[in-house]
């Protein structure tokens, strides 16, 4: 539809995993972006999980207490910790991402990334806290 | 003081198999540029080497290089200030490669010139000062050098081949935010579709590596404001 | 094979606007660079579209030349330029004494001058110095150097003439006394190849005296550098000169958001070595003060040389004292047939090299056109590359 020349190079193809998820020599938009896809994909494949845990229930009680015994172990609450700061990165980021693309606070971007990060560092602290002694 | 350094170049010419890289060592003082070195590379050691250079100073545009995997203008990078004992130095990415360190130019420029934004703007430079007898205002180029070292840089285009880009929605912008022949309606139409200002992820590569002070992220991103809120408008019953 | 009219060698502003010209004539033109149009000294001049004030003086050949070239590219190049105008700034005593040779010399050529007062001087330029004792207004005016010589390229492109960059002119071709085209190695692929041309023309700038040496004639070239300073900020929006005879660092342009600072001057052999004198950088900056004294505290942006083809003598050792007029060599005098040099000029008077150059080819050909390059709008820059 456009008529312009692809930016496609014969000799050096495009390489969009490596584009997106190289983030060397990269500044703080390019780190912010791939830990969102990486926390979003994250999510996913979490909510999946979810599903497939929920669906223990179906299967009778003594399962489901098998699980959670293994759902207090500490490595597994290492990993609720890991999901707690998914949700909570890509919750935060997504809201800065969302009012950067519509066009408010373009130039305070980095700052409202910072902001909103310390925020989220926060909300983890108080989130792993609770995880760990409940 | 001198120092010798060592460059590892992207070299290819057309019939090569693969790109490889060579190495060269030159001696460098205070003063080098990565483009100084690579000419003298080509004057006293390889007259094959390709690489685009014109103004030296950083308003050209068409030194633009990967240094150390950093979009640079190498016009006006001190090897010395790199602090590297081996500088890589590469090709633009995002465009097709000619040879060496020379990309093809004419997909960003196709893009670039879409938008029809005039190059010469408003100067804003000495706000106080009254123009002299003659001239109505004062004026001045418009900020992008054309380097494209932000379409190499950006992610976005880095995985979609008909990517408007960033200096292409930079112009757009520039010709709806001051509009000088026209109503910059056109410029708006060009961007709004999935190759354009929606496809954007808002990583702003393009604003950090841009030596010109364009920050295209922030173009694109007030083009997409100005098109959601027409579109609100629109959605409202509301034409404007 | 394929064999042009013309050939030219050397892609800077001067090849480029013998292209256009010989295009708009209907010849088959080509032109060979050895790296990207303009990489020469073309892309690194001082950006300054030259009203002639700077020569009214002492060249006033060159001042009528500039003067002349000035209206004509404003309206053949619309939109190439910042149409600020310039100032000639007297600062001491000595310049205000200047200031009447200048106002007469200018007068003599045909430039306008506008007499101004300090007090009007600094509030159209609030950046000048406080010692400013007078200004005088005269229509200089900013170019970028690579845009305004890529739109005789663009042009040429468009009316059919051949561009072939990265290659480079190893040998001269002749037969006889006759050159009949040149040997040229494409650094895109490394191949070596002849191009064939009832004429070549020989406009590589300060590297004009090596090519003549491949064809055993004699161009009086002598590559003389000059140092500039970019500076970050636009410390003014006008061109900005020193009320003083030609001297070092005595022109601020200013350009985009930079402001520049030039020029010095020596001799060089070898204009692919041009070096960098810091002393001459220096030198920039304090003088540059003079004029503007918030230059001292602007963040440097870059520093370069770039040579001017200086007409003179070869070997002998400074520059500045040469007329800056550029001259056409047609070395059928020296026995050599086919062969043409242009070399000397400025950015500013390309197009008017260009025209009498393109008289000496045509008349040479037996061609019979008329030059059309003072008519002819030109394209954008940006159709060199989408054209
Ligand atoms: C410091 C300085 C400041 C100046 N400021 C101004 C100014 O403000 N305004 C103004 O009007 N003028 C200015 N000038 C003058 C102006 O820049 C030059 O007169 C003009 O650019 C010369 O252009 P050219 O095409 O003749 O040479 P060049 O631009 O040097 O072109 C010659 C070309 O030939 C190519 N070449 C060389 N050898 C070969 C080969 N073997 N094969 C193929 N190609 C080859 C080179 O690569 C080069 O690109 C300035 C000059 C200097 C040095
Ligand atoms: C807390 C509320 C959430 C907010 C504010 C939010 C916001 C966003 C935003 C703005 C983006 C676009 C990023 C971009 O264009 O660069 C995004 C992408 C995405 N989100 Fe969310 N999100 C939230 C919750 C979730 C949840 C719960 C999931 C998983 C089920 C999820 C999965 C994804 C995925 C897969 C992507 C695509 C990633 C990509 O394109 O790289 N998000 N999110
Ligand atoms: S902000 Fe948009 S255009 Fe700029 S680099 Fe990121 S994805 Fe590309
Ligand atoms: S927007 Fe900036 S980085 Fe992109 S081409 Fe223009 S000057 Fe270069
Ligand atoms: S050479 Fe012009 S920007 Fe570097």
């Known amino acids: 539809m456009q008529d312009v020349q692809s930016t496609q190079d014969t000799v050096r193809p495009k390489r969009p995993l490596l584009a997106w998820f190289d983030v060397r020599s990269r500044k703080l938009g390019s780190w912010a972006f791939a830990l969102n896809r990486l926390t979003g994909l994250g999510l996913v494949l979490y909510l999946f999980l979810h599903l497939v845990i929920l669906s223990l229930l179906l299967r009778g009680e003594a399962g489901w207490d098998a699980f959670i015994k293994l759902a207090r172990s500490p490595l597994f609450l290492l990993m609720d910790a890991v999901l707690i700061f998914g949700i909570i990165y890509h919750g935060l980021n997504g809201i800065r991402v969302g009012m950067v693309g519509l066009g408010y606070g373009v130039r305070a971007q980095r700052g409202l990334f910072w902001t909103l990060m310390v925020i989220g560092a926060a909300l983890l602290v108080a989130s792993i806290w609770l995880v760990f002694t409940i | 003081m001198t120092k010798e350094i060592t460059f590892k170049v992207f070299r290819y010419k057309q019939g090569d198999p693969a790109p490889h890289y060579d190495r060269f060592t030159v001696p460098c003082d205070e003063n080098t540029t990565v483009l100084i070195a690579m000419q003298d590379i080509r004057r006293d050691q390889d007259p094959t080497l390709m690489l685009r250079h014109s103004c030296h100073h950083a308003s050209c545009g068409t030194c633009g290089m990967r240094i150390n995997g950093k979009e640079e203008l190498s016009c006006v990078v001190k090897v010395l200030d790199l602090g590297t004992p081996t500088v890589t130095v590469e090709p633009l990415e995002n465009l097709p490669l000619i040879s060496d360190l020379v990309v093809d130019m004419t997909g960003f420029y196709q893009r670039y010139t879409a938008a029809r934004m005039p190059y010469i703007r408003q100067s804003e430079f000495n706000p106080g000062a009254e123009p002299p007898e003659g001239i109505d205002r004062y004026t001045r180029y418009e900020n992008c050098i054309e380097c494209g070292l932000c379409l190499s840089a950006c992610p976005v285009a880095g995985s979609d081949a008909e990517y408007l880009g960033p200096a292409a929605m930079a112009a757009a912008w520039r010709a709806v935010e001051e509009p000088r022949n026209g109503d910059g309606k056109h410029a708006l139409n060009w961007v709004d579709n999935e190759h354009g200002c929606w496809r954007c992820h808002i990583a702003f590569e393009c604003s950090e590596v841009c030596p010109s002070n364009v920050d295209p992220a922030a173009g694109i991103m007030n083009l997409r404001r100005k098109l959601t809120g027409s579109s609100l408008l629109r959605l409202f019953g509301i034409k404007r | ?387």
């Open chain 3, 1 to 387: 094979m394929k064999s042009y009219h013309a050939l030219i060698i050397g892609g800077g502003g001067t090849g480029g606007a013998l292209a256009h010209d010989l295009a708009l004539r209907g010849l088959k033109v080509t032109l060979v660079e050895r790296g990207e149009v303009t990489s020469g000294t073309t892309g690194r001049h001082h950006g300054l579209l030259h009203s002639g004030g700077r020569y009214a003086v002492k060249d006033k050949e060159s001042a009528v030349e500039c003067i002349e070239e000035n209206l004509i590219l404003r309206k053949v190049m619309p939109g190439t330029f910042e149409e600020n105008d310039g100032l000639f700034v007297a600062i001491t005593e000595e310049d205000v004494e200047y200031s009447r040779l200048f106002i007469e010399g200018c007068t003599d050529c045909g430039i306008p001058t506008h007499q101004l007062t300090r007090e009007q001087a600094l509030a159209i330029e609030p950046n000048l110095s406080p010692n400013l004792i007078l200004a005088v207004q005269i229509p200089d005016a900013t170019m970028d150097a690579m845009r305004m010589a890529l739109r005789f390229f663009a042009t040429a492109k468009h009316n059919g003439a051949e561009f072939k960059t990265y290659t480079e002119v190893l040998d001269v071709e002749k037969t006889g006394g006759t050159v009949t085209g040149v040997r040229v190695v494409d650094h895109r692929s490394g191949k070596e190849s002849v191009i064939n041309a009832d004429i070549v023309i020989n406009a590589a700038g300060p590297w004009s005296g090596k090519v003549a040496d491949m064809v055993g004639v004699e161009v009086p070239i002598r590559p003389s550098p000059g140092v500039m300073l970019a500076l970050e900020g636009r410390l003014c929006n006008m061109v900005i000169n020193r009320m003083t005879p030609s001297g070092d660092g005595d022109i601020v342009v200013p350009q985009r958001g930079l402001s520049v600072i030039g020029t010095s001057s020596w001799v060089v052999d070898d204009p692919d070595n041009l070096g960098l004198p810091s002393d001459h950088i220096e030198k920039m900056y304090a003088e540059g003060e003079k004029m503007i004294p918030a230059v001292r505290k602007a963040p440097f942006r870059a520093a370069w040389s770039a040579a001017r083809p200086l007409i003179g003598p070869r070997g002998a050792d400074t520059g500045r004292e040469l007329s800056r007029t550029f001259k056409c060599f047609d070395h059928v005098d020296e026995g050599v047939e086919g062969f043409v040099t242009i070399t000397g000029g400025k950015a500013t008077t390309a197009r008017g090299m260009a025209e009498a150059t393109a008289n000496v080819v045509c008349q040479k050909l037996g061609v019979d056109a008329p030059c059309r390059t003072r008519e002819v709008v030109m394209l954008p820059h940006t159709a060199y590359f989408t054209g």
